[in-house]
């Protein structure tokens, strides 16, 4: 019994023991502080790669904006307009006779 009794008490002395190493250390914060780190560069990751993808939606925006050509006169809209099929063989040339006037005889 007394052996029992001895074995016990060596056991709890070196878990005891153990404990104190561990309080020691302070790696019981990293239960804690590893996932937190772990979240907040996975976070900062993610906002790179949203950074980059929208800096890359924009620069294609701005090329497709400032590539779009002059829509021309006039009647070169009136005649595209017509061409598309949004306006009848009268209204084009109602409007391109408008324009004519408007335009005066110097053309």
């Keep these: 019994m007394t052996v ?6 060596a056991a709890a002395q070196s878990a005891a023991a ?4 561990m309080d020691d250390d302070g790696s019981e914060w990293m239960w804690f502080l590893g996932p937190l780190a772990m979240t907040v560069w996975f976070a900062l990751l993610a906002l790179l ?3 980059i993808v929208t800096l890359v ?10 590539s779009r050509k002059d829509p021309g006169s006039p009647e070169e809209i009136l005649a595209t307009r017509f061409a598309r099929g949004e306006i009848g063989a009268d209204e084009f040339r109602e409007a391109r006779a408008q324009l004519r006037e408007q335009r005066g005889p110097s053309s």
């Design 49 to 51: 790669v949203w950074w």
């Design 4 to 9: 029992l009794v001895n074995l016990v008490g």
């Design 18 to 21: 153990y404990r104190g190493h």
């Design 57 to 66: 939606n924009r620069r294609a925006a701005a090329a497709t904006v400032s």
